[in-house]
């Protein structure tokens, strides 16, 4: 006879660091025409260059598997990022690189340091691979506080820190110089994620990293590059470091359509890109003034596509007011440290009158 599985006992088997999270959720409400909520590109693809991308994509044999690790793609990433293609892996968006240095580098017990608040994909990973998670907190501006990693570092010897700059939801930026300094301080890996970096006046942390083999950087093409929907993103190690990481490795992890747009983008109309920038960094300016000139209203100087602020007003209200005009924001009162705040991402023109229009109006009743 056929033996009854019992489902308690079955979900039982999930290693309880899995079964302790949540998933991570954005969620879409029907009702939204202008999205910014979620700090991607305005911009899709322009049509031409789209055809362009199909017709390279209608070439390729739907019955064959792509190379293991996309060297054409790491090619084109790595000149684009000015480092080495041996210092290069491609991952299905950043957050599946974030997912394979946790696999690589966390297991039970393993220290890992991480500033608050910042992106909170890396908190869960630490956590799902059972790791021991340090978190240090914020200055009072909200700005990392660097003496306290630097300390963390030296004391608890992690494995693992993670800095985020510009850092999502602040938008702010570390100077080179206090990078540099956590990884002085660190005998484990510093994983830079730069997700922002093309909006910043900082530059990339590459160049500290001939004398800091210590140093990862993340990169990803889902902001000022706008492919959020074809997920992909890169990753720069030092080579000895790269060729263990990618034993760990998933082979095929990259869609040959996501690979022909970022090739064909990067290559031919790098202009593209950086001219989008330069726009969703003017229009970032825009609000932020506009957001500044507010009685009441406090926002933090964003080096990143969108603006974190604070109104006298109840933050899932106006969220919910914001919601009533089709205008979709973050709230940010999942942080302990950000209550009262949202957070809004540049769109396009029309998008960035809506929100003002919305904003006027919210804050006037
Ligand atoms: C700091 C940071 N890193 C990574 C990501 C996600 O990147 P990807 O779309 O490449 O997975 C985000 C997305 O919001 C982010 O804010």
Redesign the pocket.
């Known amino acids: 006879m056929k033996r009854q599985i019992r489902m308690d006992e079955l979900v039982r088997r999930i290693r309880p660091a899995v079964r302790d999270r949540r998933p991570y959720l954005v969620g879409l409400p029907e009702a939204t025409t202008v999205k910014l909520n ?2 991607e590109s305005p911009y899709d693809l322009p049509p031409e260059i789209k055809e362009e991308v199909l017709r390279e994509f209608a070439r390729i044999p739907f019955n064959r598997y792509p190379d293991e690790f996309s060297e054409r793609l790491v090619r084109t990433f790595a000149a684009y990022a000015g480092c080495d293609p041996d210092q290069v892996i491609a991952g299905n ?4 690189l974030a997912g394979l240095l946790a696999l690589a580098l966390i297991e039970r017990g393993t220290p890992v340091v991480l500033p608050r608040p910042m ?1 909170s ?1 890396y908190a869960k990973l630490a956590l799902l691979h059972d790791g021991d998670l340090l978190e240090v907190p914020c200055r009072e501006n909200f700005r990392f506080d660097t003496d306290a990693l630097v300390e963390a570092a030296k004391e608890r010897r992690p494995s693992l820190i993670v800095l ?1 700059t510009p ?2 939801p602040t938008g702010l930026a570390m100077t080179l110089d206090e990078i540099a300094a956590v990884a002085d301080a660190s005998e484990g890996f510093v994983v830079v ?1 730069e ?2 970096l093309e909006f910043s006046d900082e530059g990339s942390a590459l160049r500290l990293m001939d004398e800091r083999p210590n140093l990862i950087l ?1 990169r ?3 902001k000022a590059c706008g492919l ?1 929907g074809l ?3 890169f990753l720069i190690a030092h080579p000895d470091v790269l060729r263990e990481l990618r034993k760990a490795r998933m082979p095929f992890m990259i869609d040959p359509l996501a690979s022909a747009a970022a090739h064909i983008l990067l290559t031919a109309y790098p202009d593209v890109i950086e001219e989008r920038a330069r726009r969703i960094r003017q229009d970032c300016v825009a609000i932020t003034d506009v957001l500044s000139a507010m009685e009441g209203v406090e926002v933090v100087p964003s080096q990143a596509n969108f603006v974190l602020f604070r109104t006298p007003q109840d933050a899932a209200e106006l969220k919910g007011r914001f919601l009533r005009e089709g205008v979709l924001v973050r709230s940010m009162s999942g942080y302990p440290e950000l209550q009262g705040f949202l957070r809004v991402n540049a769109g396009t023109e029309v998008e960035n009158k809506a929100f003002m229009t919305a904003l006027k109006s919210a804050l006037s009743v």
Do not use: E, I, P, V
């Open positions: 979620q700090n968006g950043s957050n599946d992106f994909l985020a850092n999502n994620d997700a922002y993340l990803t093409f889902s959020a997920r992909l993103g």
